[in-house]
């Protein structure tokens, strides 16, 4: 009886976190459509997420939406940075390349400073949701994350790789996208960054929750 108790409570609490998963992801899809929001809704839904490990999550859209508001300044500048600076560089590599007409190490040079610049912006949003902390010490803290756990970095950038590339080649998992596409692989990479951040000493913005 009590290990029957026991796989009740381990099905309810998979289903629950389903459930919660699920909702999360429509309030991500439902955020992002502006397109320039993405960014406040990738840091709050990491805040979230790293409430949810804590099991500190009480209302789930309501929490969601006054998180993407206090992260939205923040966020929102980081998002518009992202997009400049990968805008400019791959900009830049094409003027290069047409002027110069450069071989291949300088387009793998190229390849290797936009992977480090996608690395560095794989932390920014989620040290946004977890700690206080300017634009520019989120960045930096991030690219020596980013190298510093490498392993980590990997990880978490194949789990967003799968999520995108995967409706790409098998149509059919859009669905999966619809219900889950964004909110599971941001609760999954929240699990390694929390790991990765409880290395270090950070002024927690959930511990004032």
Known sequence: MERRNVIDTKIYQILTRGYQLIVLNLLMLLFSLPLITIGSVLASGYEISFKMQRHQEKHLAKEFIEMFCKNFKKATISWLIFLLGLGGVFVFSGTIQATLNVGGLVRYLIL??????????????????????????????????????????????????????????????????????????????????????????????????
Do not use: W
């Open 112 to 209: 290797l400073l936009v992977t480090v610049y996608i690395l560095a912006f794989l932390y920014v949003f989620p040290l946004i949701g977890y700690s206080e902390n300017s634009v520019k010490a989120h960045f930096v803290v991030g690219l020596v994350m980013s190298f510093k756990n490498m392993g980590q970095s990997i990880l978490v950038f194949l789990i967003f790789a799968c999520a995108v590339v995967l409706p790409l080649y098998m149509p059919m998992t859009i669905i999966l996208v619809l219900f889950v596409g964004i909110s599971l692989p941001v609760f999954l990479n929240s699990i390694i960054f929390k790991k990765v951040f409880e290395k270090y000493q950070f002024s927690n913005t959930q511990e004032r929750d």
